[in-house]
T-cell receptor, first 115, second 114 residues
Framework: GAGVSQSPSNKVTEKGKDVELRCDPI?????LYWYRQSLGQGLEFLIY????????KSGLPSDRFSAERTGGSVSTLTIQRTQQEDSAVYLC?????????????FGPGTRLTVL | AQSVTQPDIHITVSEGASLELRCNYS??????LFWYVQSPGQGLQLLLK??????LVQGIKGFEAEFKRSQSSFNLRKPSVHWSDAAEYFC????????????FGQGTELSVKP
């Protein structure tokens, strides 16, 4: 079956512009996670959605970052007024249930470059 | 605070040689532990996981890992490395009661010599 998909695969933007990154989770997966992978910081958790519950935003680095999940499926990560330090690969993962034994399935990522 | 440490940033082994990648964690309760592999330009793929029970777990691609509570370690091993194993390997802890979000180590890059 289809895995987690992310778009675009690459995004180049100018400092100060807003960007939107999209994640399509595996059908039926109720949990969705965003992570960021950068040279300086490694892999960091950003935000977590589970069903209709309020998202866990504890990993978002600043208020320029936000995310939403519509209809319990597709998610969009928005970065406003991008900065050069936002350059990274943004990874999305989904999991079949909100369960401590979850296995997260990762998408290929979106590589963001801020000039 | 929870943390995961992979002390080796880069390891080179010869094809056919054995491999051990180290992982140590700091966590106040019984952890759920994972090893992921990332090939160039690819997403993360789960190799194996430990939740409870037998402390030696088998994964895909011939990998295994051993959980040692006394050493707070979860080292990844493979008896004979193949050139296709060259990739970056990440150890992670899942924070249960926090939605299962993963805390990753810094990663170990594996190179394989012919």
């Amino acid at each position: 079956g289809a895995g987690v998909s992310q778009s675009p695969s690459n995004k180049v933007t100018e400092k100060g512009k807003d960007v939107e990154l999209r994640c399509d989770p595996i059908s039926g997966h109720t949990a969705l996670y965003w992570y960021r992978q950068s040279l300086g910081q490694g892999l960091e958790f950003l935000i977590y959605f589970q069903g209709n519950s309020a998202p866990d935003k504890s990993g978002l680095p600043s208020d320029r970052f936000s995310a939403e999940r519509t209809g319990g499926s597709v998610s969009t990560l928005t970065i406003q007024r991008t900065q050069q330090e936002d350059s990274a690969v943004y990874l999305c993962a989904s999991s079949p249930r909100d369960y401590q034994y979850n296995e997260q399935f990762f998408g290929p990522g979106t590589r963001l470059t801020v000039l | 605070a929870q943390s995961v440490t992979q002390p080796d940033i880069h390891i080179t082994v010869s094809e056919g040689a054995s491999l051990e990648l180290r992982c140590n964690y700091s966590y106040g309760a019984t952890p759920y532990l994972f090893w992921y592999v990332q090939s160039p330009g690819q997403g993360l793929q789960l190799l194996l996981k430990y939740f409870s029970g037998d402390t030696l777990v088998q994964g895909i691609k011939g990998f295994e890992a051993e959980f040692k509570r006394s050493q707070s370690s979860f080292n990844l091993r493979k008896p004979s490395v193949h050139w296709s194993d060259a990739a970056e390997y990440f150890c992670a802890v899942a924070l249960y009661n926090q939605g299962g979000k993963l805390i990753f180590g810094q990663g170990t890059e594996l190179s394989v010599k012919p």
